[in-house]
């Protein structure tokens, strides 16, 4: 602690300097280094960095070879904060030394010197190099001979103006230092003309020499296998053909002969020696099998070289893959299996119609199977796409066998193409199509589907003829909406199953017809009086049938033989008011409502009684009182008003209550509807006068209110909790005592206590009430339970002690324990005790 004490005094130290702006000299925090800049880009830019911290701010200057740049001659040289920037670098000019100083009120600092140097390579001189003649196996130095230059080089040759550079092996090495190429025992294949090629990096500048030519001196020599040694092991199957060849190095040529182990090997049908030395032998057998010497002779000397001849036998396919005929989304095996020398390495590949399967990539759908003689094919939930010519090649290091068989794969059909509509009217569509795939197998069956912009998706449509067999490739589309906006597609099925559907054809739309379809739920009533207001459920879009859509109000008082007919011009209408000042209150009328287009009047709909326009009500109610149940919560009664037509009809009733006797104070306003005649108001404030008065209501709007009455809530709840609770348990018994609340003046008296108890946060509370300060308990104390006690009043219940947790029963001694919650004072313990009938050690 008292480390992290010094801690944050330190930092607190640290952030008060940071930020007083305390004075400090210049120091360093980047100086310039040196720099090689190449020469070729005198039109770029340099920077040499320079930054410094210290208060004040310092400023910079900078020398160059001892002497301070003046930045206002010239453009040439700026400052970009404190680095130097030098534009067009020239190396006549700036060439040198650079230093950077920072300066401010409390000194100057100078900074280490940075070099400025400019890296250049120049050509190679055009003169021809001479010719470097060297015997074949002598080694041979190239010189390269670098140009003027300044800046690292790197070399690389080429060899007779081949762009890839000259391979350093064992035999061949470029220094790095001089550019030299070293080649060691020097072969015919090394013969050619070579070309030094040197790159300065920092001067970004590549340059090429002559070439140098290197030609092999004619003498090459007795018998030598150094060069070209006999196959050191020979591999052959049974029956088949092996030429061993011998061709050492040697001038003039050297005979051949050859000895099989130790013997001299004579040549007949099967074995003969060919014109350049090989030995071949014909339809090899078992016994061919040994070691086998090559002996080479000239006049300067004799050479011999052996090599071992190993006889396997032949690889054999014994399980081809065969021809298979499967549906779409089946898994297969193509086998592939083959017996074969132990001794030899098998390798499968297959092939998919001419293309090697990679399956070392993961390639979807196929995997491989088997081990080292099965070479097993699985394709996964194949594909139409996987239909084909499948190749099985198996390969070893003396042969290559394969097999192939063909795979018919079967899948529902594809989408249909070209769909047209021929013609539509207001209710039907012709149309055509030509067939897709069929996927090899059968299309059996056309369906048609639609969509419009009031569908959901593509539905299935009816057709003539009804049912589209797979020769059917046009049809007509039967009960569609007129007026309306049409896509349609066609699908195709087989014996597999139900194809992709095909493009959807043009939108278009069906010819216009008479509206077919009547509104519905024709009802309405209320409005003003003299005003008959009838509503139903407008017609969607789709079944309207042409343009300048409408609505035919059909209405007649009921017991009159005579209609008055009126429009609606607007599509979206759901509403019409007819006025006429001789209608009287709450008249019953027929009414039908009907529908019509460009094309004509439509169907009515059913007829339907509604009622006209009513007035408000006339009556007060009588017999209002107001009742206080709590410190928020009265109730408001009064008798029901007895109405007929000429008091107004009465739907329900509104109560207003209000804190003084002026109505424009008024705070709250509920109605309800019915015969109700009471109502509980809620929310209201503790000990407070209300006035309340109740008026009935209808469509019209509201009657008279009654004469205002008063009522007083009750005082506020008790606001202390319950304290100083103790608890005993023992057994299933739960003993609880608490200290009774006193109240405050403006708080009602505690009448009583209420105990909450539940066995965890989620489960159903349960409620004990008591008018003493403590309470018994009978519960299975299985899980521990959570206890609240609060406080009853005439204003309600008030606040509740914290929550108690009660551990259960298996947590504690079988003797019961006894908790006194915090704050409890000795009085308390003793009536807890007392009332317990036990006296246990207090927790």
């Keep these: 602690m008292r480390l992290l004490w010094k801690l944050v005094i330190l930092l607190t130290l640290i952030n008060t300097y940071a930020g007083d702006g305390r004075l400090s000299r210049p120091i360093f925090t980047q100086e310039p280094q040196d720099v090689i800049f190449p020469l070729d880009l005198s039109k770029s830019e340099i920077i040499l960095n320079c930054a410094a911290n210290g208060y004040p701010s310092p400023h910079y200057r900078w020398k160059q070879n001892g002497t301070d740049i003046d930045f206002t001659m010239s453009y040439h040289y700026r400052l970009d904060g404190g680095s130097l920037a030098i534009s067009s670098p020239r190396t006549d000019q700036d060439i040198g030394t650079y230093q950077c100083l920072a300066t401010n009120s409390l000194g100057t600092i ?37 140009p003027p230059h300044f800046g690292g080089l790197s070399y690389a040759w080429t060899f007779n103006d081949n762009p890839l550079y000259v391979q350093e092996d064992n035999r061949r090495f ?22 030094c090629y040197i790159t300065n990096k920092e001067a970004q500048r590549s340059v090429q020499g002559p070439p140098t030519p290197l030609v092999q001196r004619t003498d090459a020599s007795a018998p030598d296998f150094s060069k070209n040694p006999i196959k050191k092991n020979s591999v052959v199957q049974v029956g088949g053909d092996i030429v061993i060849e011998c061709k050492p190095n040697a001038f003039p040529r050297a005979a051949i002969s050859w000895k099989r182990g130790m013997e001299i090997l004579r040549q007949s049908k099967r074995v003969f020696i060919l014109k350049d030395g090989s030995l071949k032998i014909h339809n090899v057998t078992r016994s061919d099998a040994g070691s086998y010497t090559c002996i080479a002779t000239n006049q300067f000397g004799v050479a011999k070289n052996t090599g071992s001849l190993a006889v396997k036998e032949r690889t054999v396919i014994t399980v081809p893959p065969s021809k298979m005929d499967v549906t779409v989304g089946e898994s297969i095996v193509l086998p592939c299996q083959v017996s074969h020398d132990s001794s030899i390495e ?46 099985c090649t198996v390969k070893t290091t003396l042969e290559s066998l394969s097999t192939e068989a063909d795979i018919i794969v079967r899948g529902p059909p594809g989408p249909p193409e070209d769909v047209r509509v021929e013609h539509i009217s207001s209710t039907t569509s012709q149309l055509s199509w030509r067939p897709g795939s069929d ?22 449509v009816s057709t003539v003829p009804e049912i589209l067999n797979g020769k059917t490739y046009n049809a007509t589309v039967v009960g569609l909406s007129p007026w309306v906006e049409y896509e349609f597609r066609v699908v ?27 509104p519905t739920n024709i009802n309405g009533g209320g409005g003003s009086r003299s005003e008959l207001v009838i509503t139903w ?61 460009k094309k004509g009047e439509g169907a009515l709909s059913t007829m339907s009684i509604v009622y006209s326009g009513e007035d408000e009500p006339q009556l007060a109610p009588r017999g209002t009182s107001v009742q206080s149940f709590s410190a928020s919560e009265m109730e408001v009664s009064w008798n029901g008003i007895a109405w007929n037509r000429n008091t107004g009809r009465v739907l329900g009733y509104e109560v207003l209550y209000w804190t003084d006797d002026s109505k424009e104070s008024v705070i709250g306003k509920i109605r309800v509807s019915g015969n109700v005649t009471t109502k509980n108001i809620t929310g209201l404030k503790a000990n407070t006068v209300y006035f309340a008065s109740v008026r009935a209501y209808n469509t019209a709007g509201t009657g008279p209110s009654s004469p205002p009455v008063n009522g007083t809530t009750k005082k506020s709840p008790p606001s202390q909790p319950p304290a100083n609770i103790a608890w005993k348990l023992t057994n299933s018994k739960l003993c609880l005592n608490w200290e009774h609340v006193k109240t405050m003046e403006n708080e009602s008296e505690v009448l009583g206590y209420k105990i909450l108890y539940r066995q965890n946060r989620q489960s159903k509370t349960h409620i004990l009430e008591t008018n003493n300060t403590s309470a018994e308990l009978l519960v299975p104390f299985e899980e521990d339970y959570l206890i609240e006690i609060r406080t009853v009043s005439d204003g309600g219940d008030g606040s509740s002690s914290e929550e108690i947790r009660i551990p259960k029963m298996s947590s504690l001694s079988s003797r019961g324990v006894s908790v006194i919650e915090p704050s409890i004072h000795f009085l308390s313990i003793v009536i807890m005790i007392f009332y317990c009938f036990a006296i246990q050690p207090l927790i």
């Design 110 to 146: 100078l900074s280490q010197k940075a070099k400025l140097q400019f890296a250049y390579i120049e050509d190679f001189e055009t003169k021809t190099r001479s010719t470097v003649s060297v015997r074949e196996g002598q080694g041979v130095v190239l010189l390269c001979g670098p």
């Design 174 to 195: 470029v220094s790095q230092e001089t550019g030299n190429l070293y080649i060691a025992k020097v072969e015919p294949s090394d013969v050619g003309n070579y070309t």
């Design 346 to 391: 098998v390798v499968f590949v297959w092939s998919f119609n001419g293309d090697v399967i990679d399956l070392k990539k993961g390639v979807a759908h196929f995997e491989r199977l088997g081990g080292e003689s099965v070479g097993d094919l699985m394709i996964r939930n194949i594909q139409l796409n996987h239909s084909g010519k499948y190749l």
């Design 439 to 460: 996927n090899n197998s059968p299309i059996q069956i056309f369906s048609i589907q639609a969509r419009t912009p009031f569908s959901v998706g593509w539905q299935a």
């Design 492 to 518: 195709a099925g087989n014996s597999i199953g139900i194809g992709e559907p095909s493009k959807p054809s043009e939108v278009l739309r069906t010819k216009a017809s008479v509206p077919a379809v009547a």
């Design 537 to 597: 459920e407008s017609i969607p879009e789709e079944l309207q049938n042409g343009e300048e859509f409408g609505y035919i109000i059909m209405l007649r008082p009921v017991g009159s033989t005579t209609w008055t007919k009126e429009r609606v011009p607007s599509v979206e209408s759901s509403r019409f008011v007819y006025r006429n000042e001789s209608i009287t209150p709450l008249s019953p009328f027929e009414v039908k409502v009907g529908v019509y287009n």
